[in-house]
């Protein structure tokens, strides 16, 4: 294990370690074969656990075209846009991390949830539709 990255709230690790014979205080690093441990993550949501940074441009959105700004790569990546009631509203695949709104699809002044999955990530991004 490298690194674990805190997200700000109070989430519990416990790990399961093979043929462990103490618990020691001391914080000095252990090094672990992969085969020889598994670890359960309390207090976090799935999302929190595959948290990649996500945003949106613009938002406020006021046209047809959203871009993702991703640190991940939205490989056959698929989106859809739903209200705040959860009615789906339009569905699609993101391009070259854009999503185009289809014509026929005219969006209120309101908000609205992006959803993005593909076969690693699903991502929810709230976003706000304000056209003049």
């Known amino acids: 294990i490298e690194a674990i990255n805190w997200l700000g709230g109070d989430s519990i690790i416990i790990f399961s370690i093979l043929n462990a014979t103490a618990i020691t ?3 000095t690093p252990v090094y672990l074969d992969a085969s020889s441990y ?16 996500l945003k949106i441009f613009p938002n406020p959105v006021s046209g047809d075209e959203i871009k993702i700004i991703c640190n991940e790569n939205l490989y056959n990546a698929y989106w859809k846009i739903t209200d705040i009631t959860g009615k789906i509203i339009c569905k699609g695949l993101v ?3 854009t999503i185009i709104i ?7 002044n309101q908000e609205y949830v992006l959803s993005i999955t593909n076969d690693v990530h699903f991502i929810n991004h709230p976003f706000i539709y304000f056209k003049n």
Do not use: T
Not at 45 to 53: A, R
Not at 103 to 108: C, P, T, V, W, Y
């Open 102 to 108: 289809p014509d026929e699809i005219q969006l209120s």
């Open 25 to 27: 205080n001391e914080m």
């Open 38 to 53: 598994s670890a359960i993550i309390a207090g976090m949501d799935e999302q929190e656990m595959n948290e990649i940074n």
């Open 95 to 97: 391009i070259n991390n």
